[in-house]
């Protein structure tokens, strides 16, 4: 990215004056080198999110953004609704409710190490991953309804998992106001095969061992000790969250014109949160995000049975769960005022620090756990939602490595065999149907992760609690 | 042979197709859009699913076109490499011939979750063929 035009107000802080018709700056949280790595088309998306009605503060951008569709990956806007504020499906992105979840197993590395080939195995047998795969549920219309509006709570009530389980996820495991009429056929004819699977791409169930504390108070309370394995599911709300973001980003870009709103670019399309529109991809929206919390916690019942297969004492308790892909209604404090926004976070993960009463209980003192994943084969963080996080991108970090390569170029570069082979010498055991699928998700084609959660620390985004290294990884 | 290629975006991908025709530049870029998944090569053309959409605006009927694939893609399973593609006004109507996806022989790379709005261009170029492109998301 060309640094003209940004003022560095910190170390990772860098700020684009609003020029033209920008109505608040744009902010890049990054050091320089990070900055200078990202493509052009992040500052120019980011400029163009600025221009819309009703934002709030800034548009913000994370040490891991990207280049993305209207909005960029590792992008994040506030909008008020009784100030015209819009609300943008590309804003969230077509993985809606993507997110992770991490389990801890209770089991020290060596008790894995021991099984870790029949655990591979296991895992990949009995998690349904990559094109063409389905889950075992095959749900009724009403039951469809059912998962839309209960999400993860759904899934328990169905056998899938603990009560004790909800208390760990976003919303207690159901978000609230979701409307499945506002889901079209499509969307739901999409999902029928697909509950219960994990997608392909740069989705993952990962076991993983604690390879460095860097809080260890945090840790501790977070349940994270050294040495010790957990499990990271990174994946969203299948076909149905997929097709809602086709459907409306489609309706949003065919009405926008009659709602007056200006677009610098179609890709940016959204309708007023205050509108018939907006308030019926807010309804489908939120049946996506309950269709990826029950999504997760199917995973979770899947890949304890297996744990507990190969090691009976396993208990894959839920650190946290939490989505990276969203449009929430949240309280901040705006200049000295308490306001209600609708916080879209594309590719970013909620922080919220301290003391948040959105955060449970056990965790509230510690601060919310972020969930950033690594690249396959590469580390992985936990972090902490910092104190006085909420004045800096509206309690939001990042959400993983962020792609430095095109998929194109990393199959020219790496072979799927070849990458398994290398990592299987290092202790990490990739599972996948697909080599193309896992040449083209090669660890070099990332950013280092380290470097993307050391910025987010710096720019006080959030703490870094612990780092995750890979053992087995099963994929799409 | 189809003419169609993949273009560069950060963390996904962008198909472009081109052709004599509009029609033949939707059919190039269907083309592509399998081939983010698999080779189109290994995809044999035994059977056929029906498309049809309707846009006022071409960008957004291209739009449709690729997103009323991905969608068959996703709910029978299928791939696809031959597509039989008349366009009139601002309809569509399509023969899109393919086969269940066979992951042995095809080996797909990829899900396709949908076409974007991102880099999404029609246009008829000044050699007088047309192009129609967009980034995919994945």
């Known amino acids: ?173 159901s978000i609230a106001h979701a409307k499945p009429g506002s889901v079209s056929p499509r969307a739901r004819e999409r999902q029928r095969h697909e509950m219960g699977t994990l997608g392909s791409g740069n989705h993952y169930l990962e076991v993983q061992w604690v390879a460095a504390v860097h809080d260890a108070r945090i840790a501790a309370g977070y349940g994270l000790r050294q040495g010790e394995v957990v499990v990271s599911i990174h994946c969203g709300s299948r076909g149905l969250g997929h097709q809602i973001g086709t459907d409306y980003l489609r309706d949003m870009a065919l009405q926008a014109p009659s709602f007056g709103i200006l677009l610098p670019d179609r890709e940016l399309a959204c309708a007023p949160i205050h509108s018939e529109l907006g308030q019926s991809y807010l309804g489908a929206m939120r049946a996506a995000m309950n269709c990826a919390l029950a999504n997760r916690q199917i995973l979770t019942h899947l890949c304890r049975e297996s744990f507990r297969r190969m090691l009976a004492r396993a208990e894959l308790r839920v650190l946290y769960d939490v989505s990276h892909n969203i449009c929430k209604v949240e309280e901040h404090v705006v200049q000295g005022q308490l306001r209600s926004l609708h916080v879209h976070r594309k590719g970013a993960t909620r922080a919220f620090g301290p003391g948040h009463a959105a955060v449970p209980e056990s965790l509230r003192e510690f601060g919310q756990p972020v969930l950033i994943g690594g690249s396959m084969g590469t580390a992985s963080y936990v972090l902490a939602g910092a104190a006085g996080g909420e004045m800096v991108a509206f309690s939001s970090a990042c959400h993983g490595a962020g792609r430095s390569m095109s998929r194109h170029e990393a199959t020219r570069r790496w072979h799927g065999r070849q990458l398994v082979h290398e990592l299987a010498g290092r202790g990490v055991l990739i599972r996948s149907p697909s080599m193309r699928g896992v040449a083209e998700e090669a660890p070099g084609a990332y950013k280092p992760v380290e470097e993307v959660v050391d910025a987010a620390e710096r720019a006080g985004l959030a703490r870094k609690v612990a780092r995750l290294e890979p053992m087995i990884c099963v994929k799409g | 042979m189809s003419d169609w290629q993949h273009f560069a975006h950060g963390a996904d991908i962008g198909v472009r197709g081109r052709g004599a025709t509009l029609a033949e530049a939707f059919a190039a870029a269907a083309v592509g859009l399998t081939a983010i998944v ?96 967009c980034v995919v998301d994945v």
């Open chain 2, 38 to 133: 698999a080779d189109p090569l290994r995809v044999s053309p035994v059977e056929s699913v029906r498309v049809e959409c309707a846009m006022a605006d071409l960008g957004l009927l291209f739009y449709e076109w690729l997103n009323s694939l991905i969608f068959l893609m996703a709910t029978r399973r299928m791939l696809f490499s031959r597509f039989d593609v008349r366009i009139a006004g601002d309809t569509l109507e399509a023969d899109a011939w393919g086969e269940p996806v066979d992951i042995a022989r095809h080996a797909p790379a990829v899900e396709v979750k949908g076409a974007t709005l991102t880099e999404l261009a029609v246009r008829q170029e000044p050699d007088g063929r047309w192009l129609a492109q």
């Open chain 1, 1 to 173: 990215m060309d640094l003209q035009g940004l003022r560095r107000e910190s170390e990772c802080c860098w700020v684009i004056e609003p020029t033209g018709t920008m109505r608040v700056p744009a902010i890049l949280y990054a050091d320089e080198p990070l900055l200078r790595g990202m493509d052009d088309k992040v500052r120019q998306q980011l400029c163009n999110v600025a221009t819309l009605p009703g934002i709030v503060g800034a548009a913000y951008a994370m040490p891991d953004a990207h280049w993305g569709y209207g909005f960029p990956i590792g992008g994040v806007a506030a909008f008020d609704a009784e100030r015209g504020g819009v609300v943008s499906a590309g804003g969230v992105g077509f993985d809606i409710s993507c997110g992770v979840r991490s389990l801890l197993t209770g089991c020290r590395r060596e008790e894995i190490v021991a099984v870790q080939q029949e655990l591979a195995h296991e895992l990949a047998r009995a998690i349904p991953a990559g094109v063409g795969s389905t889950g075992q549920l095959r749900l009724s219309s009403s039951e469809m309804d059912e998962m839309l509006t209960r999400g993860a709570r759904w899934a328990v009530a169905r056998g899938y998992g603990d009560v004790a389980d909800l208390d760990r996820v976003e919303e207690h495991g």
